[in-house]
């Protein structure tokens, strides 16, 4: 593996603290004080602003366009006016994605495309009507707009009567009388008035404005949690077509380490074993002919192509014990994971909690995973112990392997956790890497169990 425990000291250090200025102060205010000035609280308020335009711009067109469809299916003109209805809120599901992902920085994925079969203006309406994602978007038209309409209201009235309340100290010191009035009129009638005129009801009245300013945007972000999740839920690909994608990519992975393996193998056999039958068979042909001209050299190059056989036999048991070591096959995991921490540099304490056995597949996952894990450990890690446990819990295997090392590992591009966490991804597996630096170093695979 290419991963060393230890890697990244330089970019994970640093001073830790940001200097004086801007950010320095507001990062010192507390949250409720600091986020009526934030940049996202501003986002968040323009997303809400611009909800209802665009709302009503999509409820109208949305309600129309299903209403003259519905009405005209008498005849076939209902059918493409539909059909575009459909389009056209698909259209309007892509303004959608796009605001919210520069406003709240939700991304979501386009849907599953249109699948037609055949070519032409029937198959594309045939595919449209079909489509779940188109209705979806239509749903979406109408649900957006009430919703639009609540939170646009409750929005700019908090934001208005909250920043109008706080500064009221300021504008009735430059507007002292307007009107021929005292001050803002809170209550009046034939034979009562009441103003805020006085210090005591204006420092009350800004301390109030304080408080909604300070409220406003956390009630819109709790207004746009709706938003995303509507937009989540109703403009972005189906949980069937998010899993076809995911299992697509899986058998590209699976598929991929599986012709990495037969080139691994091909390079092993070629290199190795092979290359030394191929000399050994050189050797004892001219030890045969020199048995009888030199019978000692003959005994001598005899005696060495043993050797040769020894190493070539030991080459071949650690390639196959690489493709799958009878051991597993024969005995479970707890023996061959006691075999493999028996080769590690460090000692390794294995403890193996199993009532039955898993699925050869994943019993092999599970094998080779805590494998690499320990030559991790044996040639970056440095560490003077580790440890290997696994257990069950419901229908997941868990495999968790511990070492005292220098710590620093990730899951990061191009590293070899990195493939492992691919690997156990193709299956459905979680691979967890807790490994600060100067450790210890923790990592937890996950696999679906399958007896």
């Known amino acids: 593996m290419a991963t060393e425990y230890g890697h990244g000291y330089g970019h994970r250090g640093g001073s830790g603290f940001r200097g004086a200025g801007a950010d320095g102060w507001r990062h010192r205010l507390p949250a409720p004080l600091r986020a009526p000035f934030e940049a996202r609280s501003w986002r968040e308020f323009g997303y809400v602003m611009l909800g209802l335009p665009l709302g009503i711009l999509m409820f109208t067109f949305a309600v129309t366009m299903v209403s003259l469809g519905a009405g005209l299916l008498i005849t076939f003109l209902g059918v493409p006016v539909l059909a575009a209805a459909l389009a056209g809120c698909r259209g309007l599901g892509s303004l959608e994605r796009a605001r919210a992902r520069g406003l709240l920085g939700v991304e979501v994925a386009e849907p599953e495309p249109l699948r037609t079969r055949k070519h032409g203006a029937m198959a594309w309406m045939g595919a449209v009507l079909k489509s779940g994602a188109s209705w979806r978007h239509l749903l979406y038209a109408v649900v957006q707009f009430p919703w639009s309409v609540f939170s646009f209201v409750v929005a700019l009235n908090f934001w208005a009567y909250g920043w109008a309340l706080l500064t009221y100290p300021l504008w009735f010191w430059v507007f002292p009388m307007y009107g021929g009035q005292d001050g803002l009129q809170l209550y009046g ?33 709790a207004l746009t949690t709706v938003d995303r999740l509507m937009v989540r839920g109703l403009l972005g690909p189906s949980r069937l077509a998010t899993r076809v994608v995911e299992l697509e990519s899986d058998r590209g992975v699976v598929v991929d380490t599986a012709a990495a393996d037969l080139r691994r193998i091909e390079r092993d056999l070629h290199d190795g074993a092979q290359a030394r039958l191929v000399n050994l068979a050189m050797d004892l042909g ?51 994971l006691s075999a493999v921490a028996s080769r590690c540099t460090v000692p390794v304490q294995v403890e193996v909690d199993l009532a039955a056995r898993p699925a050869p597949a994943i019993e092999g996952i599970a094998y080779f ?9 044996s040639k970056h890690s440095r560490a003077t112990r580790a440890s290997v446990d696994v257990w069950r819990v419901e229908n997941r295997l868990m495999i968790q392997v511990c070492d005292n090392g220098v710590g620093g590992a990730g899951v990061s591009g191009g590293s070899g956790l990195a493939g492992l966490a691919e690997r156990l991804d193709a299956v459905d597996g979680i691979l967890v890497v807790d490994s600060p630096v100067a450790g210890p170093t923790r990592v937890t695979a996950e696999l679906p169990w399958r007896g």
């Open 189 to 221: 009638d034939d034979t009562h008035s009441i103003y805020l005129d006085n210090p005591f009801e204006i420092t009350v009245t800004a301390l109030v404005g304080l408080l909604f300013t300070m409220a406003t945007p956390w009630i819109v972000r």
């Open 286 to 336: 001219l030890a045969k002919e020199k048995l009888a001209e030199d019978p000692e050299a003959a005994a001598r190059m005899v005696d060495e192509a043993h050797g040769e056989v020894k190493t070539a036999l030991q080459e071949l048991r650690d390639l196959a014990r690489g493709i799958h070591p009878a051991v597993l096959t024969d005995r479970g995991l707890d023996a061959a």
């Open 369 to 377: 995973t805590v494998s690499e894990l320990l030559q991790n450990i």
